[in-house]
């Protein structure tokens, strides 16, 4: 975030005597790095080294003899400038970089051949492992789908999120906390225990609202439904999402979550069956936004439109992700809610299957669910249980049981049963009585010290319909009962006993959470009837009481299918996406994933983006969703989607910019405006200066200059002034702003002040700066080509004055014009064309894996690193780029064409307005 700002430059007699100090400085740098490089390159043989090498180039870690450490180091430094960066003490490790000309593999045998060096090698670069080494990672056909099977059925390769490709960028940051809304989450989970939020706020088991929000002892979420501070998992739903969104990555157990270390918030509403009420998720939204919560997981829905439920999600600052529902239609003529809220911060989200089709129970709208994300066959967590008592009746007999009340008929038979051979019937020899009210109770249970309880069975069997009634009770004395709420295979919900007719054996749930602790509890079922039409009654089996575990056996994961399992992969999406860009807002992390989906035609007209996430182009590491903005003078501003024209503007357009997410265009008397893919805003009606490089992306917003106003930055809400004086070039290194000021040098700005690099003044002709390697490469014009490095030191890498400069891997690239074309790689320069770019417009363009040159009347050539191959023999006017495709402007009839790859196709036969910058790729939706 950029700060305020020292204006440029200081004024005071200790500022000149600094800025003094540093030009003796820059001088004597750039006399002891002169001759590094022979004048116009005239004898250089190529380097071996390559970044993909795997190590860094110019830098080497040397240890001397202990004896010699100091003596050898200085002798490097004066013989050869090797200059030590850092000293580690400890070892006596000397970190060294490297003069240009030098070589890694040229630095290590000359060191090699010195007694007085133990050893001397390369600085190794070192990754992530971006494939987890989670034991059932290969079960997760979401994140890497190879074709592989899973739970029996075969898929698509890349049907899937590209997670791998993500956390070559991200693999998650634990100030991330994403709230799962849920029927809770089992956070004794060996995948999950060590990604579960901790409110910094509340010291535990003190019994005091700590941090004064209104919950006691909330060290790790909430639980709404039961009203306590244990929202562990009794249903199994949350633990799911949660392990999708945040499982522990690459901790050798289990499974992975899109993100290895957002911190997950358990907020449970939802029972033991799947239920819960709108003003309890009204109240986990609530605290979610209260607590910090960045994005909000809503894998659930139903019930009608609500208001209160709608305001609540719209007060949060949070991306509130949600399923678009599992009914298979068509959510812009059926919502579901709250996914079809028209929230700006709602995500809604259909799911795929394993080959990328929308999933058979989907719901869908080109309206209103925003993307898909696969959610079928979903290996993750589940939570771990344990039984505290069952009883099966494959004895035969109801040992102690104990039964009462009026026509008491309960008993045991073999008529019917789940498990052979036996069940518990409320009238085993026939129908019931009519005037029934007959309970049959097991023994009580003890569940101290345990939580998330509850009660299951199995049932089947026929009442007379809202007459004759089943009901459970429990109670913690034998004598007051209070009648449960029972849910039969997790979609039909009986809040006042079970009636009717059950045709096949159903599973049934009752919660019992509100009994946790309970050191006797007496649950029981009762039977009661009217006076109407008597039926055969239900038969009962497998009845048991089970609550969370406490020790795991490793075997608690499955498989869920559902657009509930779409959606964590959505939220875990987010979650990389904030851990990477720590200051965006929902609309920032909601437009990337938007705008980063992969286009399918099996979610065409099915989802607004059109595509499934894709969680490396979210993250902004694949340009193939980009579209190509061209200002074609008097013809206007129009957009290349890659498929057809749209156009933005009628009016012509000076100089064209981007910025997260954003198209920026100066207008000249016009002002500066932004367009985000909808509308157009006005930035500011001030004329940006279009000499040089007028605008930057930088710092997630935009660095302007406007001539004499000096250059000001815009952070997507306001301008901030980053210096009184006129900036002739920009451009940006690391996180740093790098401005040359003509005759007062070249400075850089690092979000708050200004420090001045070198008081030359840059050849502004041609491409005069470029980030390269670790640091920045300048060309001074006469003076050569210059090299400044995070060490703080410039070094000359020729001294030929260039007329271009471009990168691309991890070379540096000069057109020294009759000198030919030469390339730098972080080592030695090598000669790898003899001919002149033309300059004119654009000359270089990285392209693929080499770089597309323009030699003029000579055409289009592209270097693949290894040889050159001719794309195409007539003269190009400016040469642009767009996702993975090359753009060139032909001029006259000739028009506009893109390159794929493999040949060319005209896109439009209007000629481009040459003026200012005329092509850019714009991440617009």
């Keep these: ?130 494939t987890p080494n989670d034991s059932h990672y290969h079960l997760q056909w979401a994140f890497n789908n190879e074709g592989q099977m899973v739970n029996g059925t075969g898929g698509t390769p890349d049907a899937d999120i590209d997670a791998p490709e993500a956390w070559e960028v991200e693999t998650g940051d634990d100030r991330v906390i994403v709230a799962v809304v849920d029927s809770g989450v089992d956070y004794r989970h060996p995948d999950l225990s060590a990604n579960i939020w901790d409110n910094p706020g509340e010291i535990a088991g003190n019994g005091i609202d700590d941090d004064g929000n209104g919950y006691v002892d909330d060290v790790r979420g909430w639980d709404f439904l039961d009203g306590d501070n244990t929202p562990m998992d009794a249903h199994g739903h949350g633990t799911h999402v949660a392990g999708i969104i945040a499982a522990v990555g690459n901790n050798g157990l289990g499974v992975a979550g899109v993100s290895w270390n957002a911190r997950i918030m358990p907020l449970r509403f939802l029972d033991a069956s799947g239920w819960g009420l709108t003003s309890d998720a009204i109240g986990a939204i609530e605290y979610a936004d209260a607590m910090g919560a960045h994005i909000i997981n809503n894998s659930w829905g139903g019930g009608g439109y609500s208001y209160a439920l709608r305001e609540a999600i719209e007060a949060s600052s949070a991306v509130v992700v949600c399923a678009a529902g599992n009914e298979g239609r068509n959510s812009d003529f059926f919502p579901d809610y709250p996914a079809g809220y028209p929230s700006l911060n709602i995500v809604s989200v259909a799911a795929t299957d394993q080959n990328d089709n929308l999933a058979i129970f989907s719901n869908y709208g080109v309206s209103t669910v925003d993307m898909a994300a696969p959610g079928t066959n979903i290996y993750s967590c589940r939570p771990g249980r344990q039984t505290v008592w069952r009883d099966d009746f494959d004895d035969g007999v109801m040992g102690d049981w104990t039964t009462g009340g009026v026509n ?167 979650a990389l996406l904030k851990a990477l860009h720590p200051d965006w807002d929902f609309e920032q992390i909601k ?104 605008m930057v992306s930088y ?102 004055d260039p007329e271009y400069l471009e990168v691309y891997g991890e070379n540096l690239v000069g057109d020294f014009g009759a000198l030919g074309l030469w390339r730098y790689d972080g080592g030695l320069w090598s000669q790898f064309s003899t001919r002149d770019a033309d300059n004119s417009g654009n000359t270089m363009v990285p392209y693929g894996t080499g770089l597309v040159v323009d030699f003029g009347g000579s055409g289009l050539d592209y270097w693949d690193g290894a040889a050159w191959s001719q794309i195409e023999s007539i003269d190009v006017d400016y040469l642009g780029r767009y996702g993975d495709r090359l753009t060139a402007d032909w001029g006259g009839s000739w028009g506009l064409w893109e390159y794929d790859g493999e040949g060319w196709t005209r896109i439009n036969e209007n000629d481009p307005d040459n003026s200012g910058n005329t092509m850019t790729g714009a991440d617009l939706n």
């Design 591 to 694: 437009a990337a994933m938007m705008q980063g989906v992969d286009v399918r035609a099996s979610l065409t007209n099915r989802v607004v983006s059109g595509g499934r996430v894709n969680a490396e182009k979210a993250l902004g590491e694949d340009s193939t969703a980009e579209q190509l903005a061209v200002d074609f003078g008097a013809l206007g501003l129009k957009l290349f989607d890659g498929g057809g024209w749209s156009d933005l503007t009628p009016l012509d357009g000076e100089h064209l910019g981007r910025y997260a997410g954003n198209l920026a265009v100066d207008f000249g008397p016009w002002g500066l405006w932004r367009y985000d893919g909808s509308s157009w805003v006005n930035m500011t009606p001030a004329d940006a200066d279009n000499n040089g490089n007028t």
């Design 1 to 130: 975030m950029v700060g305020r700002c020292e204006l440029l430059p200081p004024s005071g007699e200790d500022i000149a005597m600094r800025l003094t100090r540093f030009w003796l400085f820059f001088v004597c740098c750039l006399l002891s790095a002169a001759g590094a490089v022979p004048a116009a390159f005239g004898s250089v043989t190529v380097g071996l080294h390559s970044a993909r090498a795997g190590y860094a180039p110019g830098r080497l870690l040397v240890k001397f003899r202990e004896s010699a450490r100091d003596e050898r180091a200085r002798h490097y430094r004066e013989t050869r400038d090797f200059r030590t960066i850092k000293t580690f003490r400890r070892n006596g490790i000397h970190h060294l970089a490297l003069p240009g000309g030098i070589s890694v593999e040229r630095a290590v045998e000359i060191l090699s051949g010195d007694p007085d060096v133990e050893y001397a090698e390369p600085d190794y670069f070192r990754h992530a492992m971006i």
């Design 408 to 574: 008491d008929t309960w008993g045991i038979t073999n008529a019917k049963s789940f498990t052979r051979p036996y069940s518990l019937a409320d009238s085993p020899g026939g129908n019931y009585a009519a005037g029934t009210n007959a309970w049959a109770m097991p023994p009580a249970v003890n569940l101290a010290g345990k939580i998330a309880a509850k009660l299951e069975f199995a049932i089947t069997g026929r009442s007379t319909t809202d007459v004759d009634r089943l009901m459970v009770e429990a109670s913690r004395n034998g004598v007051s009962w209070s009648s449960l709420p029972i849910n039969i295979d997790g979609v039909k919900f009986f809040t006042d006993g079970i009636s009717g007719n059950l045709p096949f054996w159903y599973d049934a749930v009752v919660d019992l959470g509100g009994y946790d602790g309970a050191e006797t509890l007496y649950v029981r079922f009762r039977f009661q009837t009217g006076s109407f039409q008597t039926q055969d009654g239900f038969y009962i089996d497998d009845v048991g009481v089970t609550c969370a575990a406490t020790s795991y056996t490793g075997e608690e994961y499955w498989y869920l299918n559902g657009t509930s399992m779409a959606t964590p992969h959505v939220s875990g999406v987010a």
């Design 699 to 800: 710092d997630g917003g935009i660095a302007v200059d406007f001539g004499i106003f000096g250059p000001w930055y815009f952070d997507g809400t306001g301008w901030t002034q980053l210096s009184v004086f006129d900036v002739e070039w920009m451009c940006t290194y690391g996180d740093y702003l790098v401005g040359d000021f003509g005759a007062l040098g070249l400075w850089r700005f690092d979000g708050a002040i200004w420090e001045q690099l070198g008081e030359g003044d840059p050849d502004n002709s041609g491409n005069t700066m470029v980030a390269y390697g670790d640091g920045l490469a300048v060309d001074m014009g006469p003076a050569g080509l210059w090299h400044y490095g995070d060490d703080g030191l410039w070094r000359q890498l020729g001294t030929s």
